[in-house]
Nanobody, 125 residues
Framework: VQLQASGGGLVQAGGSMSLSCAAS????????MGWFRQAPGKEREFVGA????????YYADSVKGRFIISRGNAKDTGYLQMNSLKPEDTAVYYC???????????????????WGRGTLVTVSS
């Protein structure tokens, strides 16, 4: 399984940016796709997740109401739409997938088995 993340770059505070994560090698049906981020000097933190088949969504409080996770029309591709971006959203963003994660570990990076390469999002003030 490979996850190809794309998007990222530089955006001004208050702006928007979309990241995508395309899976290959296995269908995402039955999986959970998580989005995480890691700022310099900080631990990797949960941003949000989607249960692929049930379309249940989970968000960190810090992004709730600003970020939206979705499944795109393209097969096995997930998206993270980030709105009203703040300088503190600056981080390397990662997508991750697991087919066996239990609900209680949805926000735990250790619960995911496959990771995409991170993509840097920089929000300027």
């Amino acid at each position: 399984v490979q996850l190809q993340a794309s998007g990222g770059g530089l955006v001004q505070a208050g702006g928007s940016m979309s990241l995508s994560c395309a899976a290959s090698g296995r269908t995402l049906s039955g999986s959970t796709m998580g989005w995480f981020r890691q700022a310099p000097g900080k631990e990797r933190e949960f941003v949000g997740a989607i249960k692929w088949s049930s379309r249940n969504f989970y968000y960190a409080d810090s992004v709730k109401g600003r970020f939206i996770i979705s499944r795109g029309n393209a097969k096995d591709t997930g998206y993270l739409q980030m709105n009203s971006l703040k300088p503190e959203d600056t981080a390397v963003y990662y997508c991750a997938v697991s087919w066996t994660i239990i609900l209680s570990r949805t926000r735990d990076p250790g619960g995911y088995h496959y990771w995409g390469r991170g993509t840097l999002v920089t929000v300027s003030s």
